[in-house]
């Protein structure tokens, strides 16, 4: 069966790989590598991403859930996997027999988590998030908290069954610009190290400190530690070009109808464009179903062989309409690229307002990937 037939997510492993590679060359000697592939690898498919990464050589993975960590052991991956989100104690028993990692946030959790390790005889392989300034997940250390949070840490990695290998943090703006989210970034980091000093001094130690995000991998280099977590990074955006890393993604479509309409007729839903003349317009088959962000209507072109193609009406469920008037060359089955070679999704992301991870991880299921 042809996958091209509609529309479809050509994934280069190969770039993948160079990504990897050239974050790798930047790292101290020593720093472990953990590829993030969390919803799906940012939708460029979790499994076909993991089985590269980890014949590449990096170290580590981590994912949002249990469910994405069994996929990928259901795949054979054998590497080390880091649930970063949360896992209902229920759940102990699956989480010690695939082998992974969980996050833990709070000492309640550890505790739970503990009595259900206990209740099998097994022991839960663990990393503590602490919370520096995120405030999303983690145990508050920040002004007041931070001896009541550093006695919280102390009990969890301290309850039995539990083998506390990790300790972690995440950036809040170790990717904005800004003198006040340099220094935000800074304190986050300080206080992050006084934390794992104030445990080490109560005889709590761990093999991998873990902090540098895409952002911090970037610019804040001295934030490496034992291991970084790029995200983003590893799918080819988030360096400025700094790092000279290759887009893995490319979004493609085709030409499936043209239509010449005649001036002052509107288009799609809502009439919201108008042609000013005699217009010869393309049909192609894509929609917000597939990804593509209603918010970009009437506001983006989209890439062919003879240059762009502006993006006209509202954009529908499963196809939308770009101008072909200017470009004769662009007939039926033409190939459309949304995003990828010619037009970064960075840029179709600012577009529609948003960022190019929610412009990755939105490519629905129903496109398939094409591994080129």
Request: net charge neutral; glycine share 10%; hydrophobic share 40%.
């Amino acid at each position: 069966m042809d996958l091209r037939k509609r529309t479809w997510a050509e994934i280069s492993l190969d770039n993948i790989e160079h990504n990897y590679r050239t974050i790798r060359s930047t790292l101290p000697e020593g720093c472990k590598f953990l590829g993030v592939v969390k919803a799906d690898a940012y939708g460029h498919g979790a499994v076909p991403v993991s089985r590269r990464l980890e014949a590449a050589g990096a170290d580590y993975l981590a994912v949002s859930c249990l469910d994405e960590a069994a996929e990928l052991r259901d795949a054979g991956i054998k590497m080390p996997i880091l649930i970063l989100g949360h896992t209902p104690r229920e759940f102990v028993g699956e989480l010690i027999e695939l082998d992974l990692t969980q996050t833990v946030t709070c000492e309640a959790k550890a505790v739970e988590y503990s009595r259900e390790a206990a209740r099998l005889g097994k022991t839960l392989r663990v990393h503590i998030k602490v919370d520096t300034g995120m405030s999303r997940l983690g145990f508050l250390v920040a002004g007041g908290h931070f001896r009541q949070g550093i006695e919280n840490i102390v009990s969890a990695c301290r309850q039995e069954n539990l083998d506390p290998e990790g300790i972690y943090t995440h950036f809040a703006v170790s990717d904005e610009p800004g003198e006040e989210n340099v220094e935000f970034t800074k304190n986050q980091f300080s206080l992050f190290i006084r934390v794992i000093e104030c445990l080490k001094d109560a005889g709590i130690s761990f093999k991998l400190r873990h902090c540098a995000n895409t952002g911090a991998v970037v610019s804040y280099p001295e934030t490496a530690l034992d291991m970084v977590r790029p995200g983003i990074l590893l799918y080819g955006f988030g360096d400025g070009g700094r790092l000279g890393l290759r887009p893995c993604m490319r979004l493609m479509t085709h030409v499936s109808t043209i239509k010449h309409i005649d001036p002052s007729l509107p288009v799609s839903y809502g009439g919201t464009f108008i042609t000013p003349r005699r217009t010869r317009m393309g049909v192609i088959p894509i929609g917000y179903a597939d990804g593509l962000f209603r918010s970009l209507s009437n506001n983006c072109s989209f890439m062919t062989s003879d240059g762009p193609a502006p993006q006209r009406g509202r954009i529908c469920m499963d196809m939308c309409m770009i101008d072909l008037t200017d470009l004769p060359g662009v007939n039926l089955e033409s190939l459309i690229e949304i995003f990828g070679e010619k037009q970064s999704a960075e840029e179709l992301a600012k577009r529609a307002g948003t960022i190019s991870y929610e412009l990755l991880c939105s490519v629905s299921k129903r496109v398939p990937r094409v591994y080129v």
